[in-house]
């Protein structure tokens, strides 16, 4: 098999021939022999800071096991074993066979056999088996497959225990965003429509659907960091053991986004409820998690600890802008952001200023932030009347400007 080798963080990795995955002059991951994506680095570096955050936070004097169970190249696992702090051990495993000799090859490589396991078995056999047959205490599962981690869910958040950590990718982002209605009634549980938030709701159906699995299992999930970046969405939750909480924490947090077609506007709500009295037709999408999907202490604690122990990263520039924006709209996530072109539409002839429309909602009071998942959302404490003012003053000050 010819090889090539990657320098990330602080690991080398051995992938396939990346000749045999460039596609008409592109290159394309899933056409590897083994997976490998250059482009999730991001996603690796952010997880090393928010793994090593919980860590810190959740279980200082515990002994931490992280599982990986579709594991590639090996590369997440052997990066955790090299870059974090307080691991004991990292099991990796993938069903591939040509990954478990790359696997094999990589712990080598990188002088990680003392730390990290490999099996070659599939995800879920794994992790029934460390559940039931040889009951292994793990702190911390990664799920990262390619696609949807719904067939998962279930072994993961059997398994994890008290106060444990789930991490999640998702990229079938069509499927939790709404665009196939159908699949994500069949896979996720939930009506969808089509409307702008659509990553807000791929978060918010993708933690919803964890809650119910959890709760199945008489747990609960408290959500630490959520995001969309590039081509999918990634979740991190905190799990615990809560039998007499898990059907009160549900009832609390499962609920509705309600989409109205005629003002644009867009809210939150424990039930299905109508826009307004005005007749304005409204969507309902649900029941998705309501409640909030990032948790500001724990992005703060990310936020010192990149500071302090991880401006090494490659992708450095990049997680600053990225937590430096999470933080700001964290503080208003209880609303879901408003996306600004549908409703200029309906009460303006062009597109406002965020930075004019943001000064505006500031200058009369309210609180209003740009969101990461939409360069044209915001998040704001004004009722959609004050929201629609500001839209039509903004473009009258950039007309006198103008
Ligand atoms: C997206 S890749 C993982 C990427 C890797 N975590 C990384 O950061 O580079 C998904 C992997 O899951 C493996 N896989 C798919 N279904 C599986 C299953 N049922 N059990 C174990 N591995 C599986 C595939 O072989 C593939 O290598």
New binding site residues.
């Given amino acids: 098999m010819r090889q090539a080798v990657v320098e990330e963080g602080k690991a080398l990795i051995l992938i396939t021939d990346p000749e045999e995955a460039i596609i008409n002059g592109k290159f394309e991951p899933a056409r590897l022999k ?4 250059p482009l ?1 680095e991001f ?2 570096d952010l997880s090393i800071i928010a793994i090593q955050a919980y860590i810190d936070l959740y279980a200082p004097h515990r002994p931490v096991k992280i599982l ?6 090996g ?3 052997i990066r955790y074993a090299l870059e974090l702090e307080n691991v004991d051990e990292v099991i990796i ?4 066979t040509l ?1 478990l000799i790359l696997m094999n090859r990589n712990v080598q490589l990188n002088r990680v056999e003392r730390k990290v396991k490999i099996f070659n ?6 992790m029934h088996y460390l559940h039931r047959e040889r009951p292994t205490p793990i702190s911390i599962i ?1 799920l ?3 696609g949807s981690p719904a ?2 869910a279930d072994a993961a958040l059997s398994l994890l225990g008290h106060k444990g950590l789930l991490a999640v ?1 998702a ?1 079938d982002l069509a499927v939790l965003g709404g665009s196939k209605k159908w699949k994500a009634l069949k896979r996720y549980w939930v009506k969808l429509a089509d409307v702008p938030q659509k990553k807000e709701v791929a978060v918010r159906v993708l933690l919803g659907y964890l809650a119910r699995i959890a709760a199945a299992h008489d747990k609960v999930i408290k959500p630490l960091l959520s995001y969309y970046a590039d081509h999918y969405i990634r979740i991190y939750v905190l799990v615990e053991r809560n039998a007499s909480k898990a059907a009160k924490l549900l009832d609390e947090n499962l609920g509705y986004m309600v989409y109205c077609r005629w003002s644009g506007k867009a809210f939150l709500a424990p039930e299905p409820s109508s826009c307004d009295t005005t007749g304005d037709k409204g969507v309902f999408l649900g029941p998705l998690w309501i409640g909030d999907f990032v948790d500001i202490e724990f992005i703060e604690y990310m936020i010192r600890l990149f500071q302090n122990k991880f401006s090494y990263l490659n992708t450095s520039k990049r997680i600053r802008k990225f937590l430096k924006l999470l933080i700001e709209e964290a503080s208003l996530q209880k609303n879901v952001y408003q996306y600004v072109p549908a409703i200029a539409s309906k009460v303006a002839d062009r597109l406002p200023k965020l930075s004019e429309l943001l000064e505006c909602l500031n200058g009369k009071g309210f609180r209003a932030s740009r969101t990461h998942f939409d360069p044209m959302g915001i998040r704001t404490s004004a009722p959609h009347s004050e929201l629609a003012l500001c839209i039509q003053k903004s473009i009258r000050r950039e007309n006198n400007e103008g």
């Fill in positions: 083994v997976f490998y994506n999730m996603n690796r990986e169970p579709l594991s590639a190249t590369i997440r696992g495993n993938d069903l591939n990954s078995k599939d995800a879920s056999s794994l990664d990262d497959p390619y067939p998962f990718t990229t």
